[in-house]
């Protein structure tokens, strides 16, 4: 009873990463129980995700004139900070787990974390014959030192400019499928400048706009060949909705531009455990446990951004840092006309 893997699906975009979980055993410990560590063990990674996926939707507060375009690949990093990588498992908020250190209240290790040394809870599940039974299974060890402190995205991005001050733009990244994964991720945005609509709007030192940007994910992770529970069907999926409204400021200079602005992000991310599953011990099978459980994590963060931006005729160059719940970075490589 101590295999299993359960796989953070949205760090598959850039990184491939797997986390171990003995999700067989905490299902013998109660649907509640599993459903109640899942959520705060995947939420520190989806939070950070949510904040990485949202980076560099702009590069300047001046709109493209119409029929202006580029054409961007990009890179973001959500930075993990400490207090991300450890949450607080308080037995007493458990039905069927117990430390073996006996402790009521432990630090462990979240998807983005790493527990030096193991840790192991103590499990209590009903064998169908000889009634309440105990098994010991080591916590699941997250990233940690593999994800370099880092929670990165990537995707293609393109943007049109409409005339009037209008500006649209879209991202992303091409649908990944193999035997047991499956990803895809798109975005649209919208932009407006207000100094366009200003008289004399050429004379403006800056150019201020507003912009508003959605965010999609969705994953899918076949468990079947690699959970060593009985069952079929089984497979861990997650949808990622989120928003971004941005205020935007930049010079208009030729070569070297600034910008910045204050932002908001929204979003939300569910992962849903899905399939048939019976936990077994030897001859012995508990009764079918079908789709067990959905967790799910929101952000709802102020963000300040601060970049700059070379432009060397169709060859353009940005680079920017942002100021949240999670901090985060990126660069792009950018090509236009106009």
């Avoid at 308080?90 to 193991?118: C, H, K």
């Avoid at 039974?133 to 929670?151: M, R, V, W, Y």
């Avoid at 508990?286 to 709802?300: L, R």
Wanted: net charge negative; with cysteine; proline share 4%.
């Amino acid at each position: 009873m101590k295999k299993g893997i359960l796989f953070f699906v949205l760090c598959i975009c850039v990184s491939n990463i797997r986390a171990q979980n003995d999700i067989d055993a905490l299902l013998a410990a109660g649907v509640e129980d599993a459903q109640r560590f899942a959520n705060d063990y995947l939420a520190p990674g989806t939070n950070g995700l949510m904040h990485s996926m949202n980076a560099n939707w702009f590069n300047s507060a001046k709109v493209k004139p119409l029929l202006g375009f580029e054409i961007s690949v990009i890179a973001n990093a959500s930075l993990i900070k400490d207090e991300n990588k450890l949450f607080n498992l308080n037995t007493t908020d458990y039905n069927n787990v117990q430390f073996v250190q006996g402790s009521n209240s432990q630090m462990v290790a979240s998807v983005l974390g790493e527990n030096e040394p193991s840790i192991f809870v103590e499990v209590e599940y009903d064998d169908p014959i000889f009634g309440s039974q105990t098994t010991q299974l080591e916590l699941p060890q997250g990233i940690g030192d593999q994800s370099a402190n880092l929670l990165p995205t990537a995707f293609i991005q393109g943007a049109i400019g409409l005339g009037s001050g209008i500006e649209i733009k879209a991202r992303f990244v091409p649908e990944i499928e193999t035997d047991d994964v499956s990803l895809s991720m798109y975005g649209a945005g919208l932009q407006l400048e207000f100094t366009e609509w200003l008289p004399a709007d050429k004379l403006w030192p800056v150019a201020l706009s507003a912009l508003v940007a959605y965010n999609h994910i969705d994953g899918s992770y076949d468990l079947t060949q690699s959970s060593g529970i009985d069952g079929d069907n089984q497979r861990l999926e997650n949808d990622t909705n989120t928003w971004l409204f941005q205020l935007v400021a930049s010079t208009k200079l030729p070569i070297i531009n600034l910008y910045g602005g204050v932002g908001y992000i929204k979003g939300k991310s569910e992962s849903n455990l899905l399939g048939n599953y019976r936990v077994t011990n030897g001859v012995l099978s508990s009764p079918t446990i079908t789709d067990p459980f959905s967790v799910s994590s929101e952000v709802a963060a102020v963000r300040g951004t601060v970049g700059a931006k070379l432009k060397l005729g169709f060859f353009r160059l940005n680079a920017e840092y942002h100021i949240s719940e999670f901090d985060a970075f990126s660069v792009g490589v950018n090509f236009g006309f106009r």
